[in-house]
């Protein structure tokens, strides 16, 4: 009898079939576990926005008055004896700052601040930032929601957050 060398077709065959079961085991977990990812990104850069905000709020007097002035471009930031300013306080990264379209999104997810109650100064009395998926149910499956009070708030995406929102426990 001959000694046969290789693989038949017949086990390559089964072998390519386990490979596929198995990715079609794993790959929506692994969605999963990219849209989860993005979820907890989105919430941490807005517990950064509360906190860069309190900050803005001590040394200019109220809140900042976009998410742009709460960063700056890495030209202004990155300057040698940069001060903050109320147009650029430099006290979040130029990614999150500049993150207020889908086109700009940090980790899946972009933010609309807004500024209420504006001060002779230029900075505001109150603000509320929205976290929304740049592509819903696939970067994010949650709308989030926050202001000054520190609170973050969700609803299932399409469905806006507001101050009356679930807050997340």
């Known amino acids: 009898m001959r000694k046969q060398k290789g693989f038949s077709l017949i ?7 386990i490979i596929l079961i198995i990715a079609a085991i794993a790959i929506p977990n692994l969605l ?6 993005n979820q907890a990104s989105a919430v941490g850069s807005l517990r950064t926005i509360i906190t860069s905000n309190t900050n803005f709020q001590s040394t200019f007097g109220g809140f900042a ?23 650029a306080a ?3 990264d130029p990614v999150l700052s500049a ?13 609309t601040y807004t500024g209420a109650t504006a001060n002779a100064n230029g900075t505001f009395q109150s603000f509320n930032v929205l976290a929304t998926p740049a ?11 926050t202001d000054q009070s520190g609170v973050t708030r969700w609803e299932i995406n ?3 957050p507001t101050t009356t929102s679930a807050p997340i426990q």
């Not at 999963?32 to 990812?37: D, G, Y």
């Open 135 to 145: 592509v819903p149910h696939t970067t994010g499956d949650l709308d989030y929601y």
């Open 65 to 87: 008055p976009t998410l742009a002035a709460l960063g700056g471009t890495s030209a202004v930031c990155g300057a040698a004896n940069a001060a903050p300013a109320i147009t």
């Open 11 to 17: 086990e390559l065959l089964i072998v390519v079939a």
């Open 158 to 160: 399409p469905v806006v």
């Open 32 to 37: 999963k576990a990219r849209i989860a990812a």
């Open 99 to 111: 993150a207020s379209t889908a086109a700009t999104a940090k980790s899946g997810y972009f933010f």
């Open 90 to 92: 430099c006290l979040i």
